[in-house]
């Protein structure tokens, strides 16, 4: 079974970049799908980026798109969010999750396996 520990949210400004990761404590992802999901303060979480198990295979959602850059090494069970231009509606709990599938999609309900989340407050 894959256990997921993110790392790397925080508290920024506006404008502001951050660098969330994510890794397997045990199992692997190598043949898994991937996905970042948020969740604010009152609202349904939501898709921000996701990786199907092929090379390059990446969906944004289109608020995102131009900001979020997701990435994955198979080799140390290791998934990145790198989010730049940090905007003040970012602000929320930012989770990884994996899919017992290849393909990705944008719903949370598909994803099998979570981790505990990492906050990530933008602020001036």
């Known amino acids: 079974q894959v256990q997921l520990v993110e790392s790397g949210g925080g508290s920024v400004q506006p404008g502001d970049s951050l660098i969330l990761a994510c890794v397997a404590s045990e199992g692997t992802f190598r043949d898994l799908a991937m996905g970042w999901f948020r969740q604010a303060p009152g609202k349904e979480r939501e898709i921000v980026a996701a990786?199907?198990?092929?090379?390059?295979?990446?969906y944004y959602s289109r608020s995102e798109e131009g900001r979020m850059t997701a990435s994955r090494d198979n080799s140390k069970n290791i998934v990145y969010l790198k989010m730049d231009s940090l905007r003040a509606t970012d602000t929320a709990v930012y989770y990884c999750?994996?899919?017992?599938?290849?393909?990705?999609?944008?719903?949370?309900?598909?994803?099998?396996?979570w981790g505990q989340g990492t906050q990530v407050t933008v602020s001036s």
């Open positions: 999750a994996t899919r017992s599938w290849c393909t990705y999609t944008g719903f949370a309900e598909d994803y099998d396996h």
């Open positions: 990786m199907s198990c092929i090379d390059d295979d990446e």
